[in-house]
């Protein structure tokens, strides 16, 4: 999507996440704050956000790594300076995830890409922060966050399905050999198994739940 604020889950698909849910036991791993995806799907469901440094269950929230509060006033300060970079990179979108910084640029000329990786990759050096590259995002995360790690940590050995489209879903297979894991969409990836898009993802989901 061009814009964040437009990619949200629609109707059919909370009407599938609540039937899956309801039969099968089902956490939500996203990039996004606790806070934004807690808007979107309510308070009901597991959540693993900001891609494994916040886990979000029974009502009580857990970090997962010690250092969240510290980069989120790291992060805080990043985005209240960042009036330059959105002068010189229009249609840009910089947003603050209290412990990660998200760049947009769905909304910008894809020609100044380059350069804004550039300047992306040098705030990260001066904060001491990773940088990772998703659809239309360059994004600032604590080191040593990632799905992966965040999964087999709260799987505790238990077997799983793992599903995702993302290049930081990438982390989540290749740190869970052992589960079953599915790529959606035709990019490379570590996963077994690979389904097309999303309407397949949905569709095996029906299945699944229609079986039990």
């Known amino acids: 999507?061009?814009?964040?604020?437009?990619?949200?889950?629609?109707?059919?698909?909370?009407?599938?996440?609540?039937?899956?849910?309801?039969?099968?036991?089902?956490?939500?791993?996203?990039?996004r704050s606790l806070e934004s995806i807690l808007g979107f799907l309510g308070p009901s469901y597991s959540?693993?956000?900001?891609?494994?440094?916040?886990y979000y269950h029974n009502g009580i929230v857990e970090e997962l790594i010690g250092s969240v509060q510290e980069y989120s006033a790291l992060t805080a300060e990043i985005v209240s300076s960042s009036g330059t970079m959105l002068?010189?990179?229009?249609?840009?979108?910089?947003?603050?995830?209290?412990?990660?910084?998200?760049?947009?640029?769905?909304?910008?000329?894809?020609?100044?890409?380059?350069?804004?990786?550039?300047?992306?990759?040098s705030a990260g050096r001066k904060?001491?922060?990773?940088?990772?590259?998703?659809?239309?995002?360059?994004?600032?995360?604590?080191?040593?966050?990632?799905?992966?790690t965040a999964i087999r940590k709260i799987r505790n050995g238990k077997p799983a399905m793992i599903a995702g489209d993302d290049a930081t879903d990438e982390e989540a297979f290749s740190a869970n050999m052992d589960a079953l894991t599915i790529h959606i969409g035709n990019s490379g990836t570590a996963a077994k198994f690979r389904l097309s898009d999303f309407r397949e993802m949905r569709y095996l989901m029906q299945l699944m739940i229609d079986q039990v």
Do not use: C, Q, W
Request: hydrophobic residues 40%; charged residues 20%.
């Open 87 to 121: 002068e010189h990179f229009p249609g840009l979108l910089i947003s603050d995830k209290k412990g990660g910084v998200l760049y947009h640029y769905g909304s910008m000329d894809h020609a100044l890409l380059p350069e804004l990786a550039k300047a992306v990759e």
């Open 47 to 54: 959540y693993v956000a900001m891609h494994g440094a916040v």
């Open 127 to 148: 904060a001491g922060m990773e940088v990772y590259r998703g659809k239309n995002v360059l994004e600032l995360r604590i080191p040593g966050v990632n799905k992966g």
């Open 1 to 31: 999507m061009p814009r964040p604020s437009m990619a949200v889950p629609d109707s059919e698909l909370k009407s599938l996440l609540s039937g899956f849910a309801a039969k099968f036991s089902t956490t939500v791993i996203t990039g």
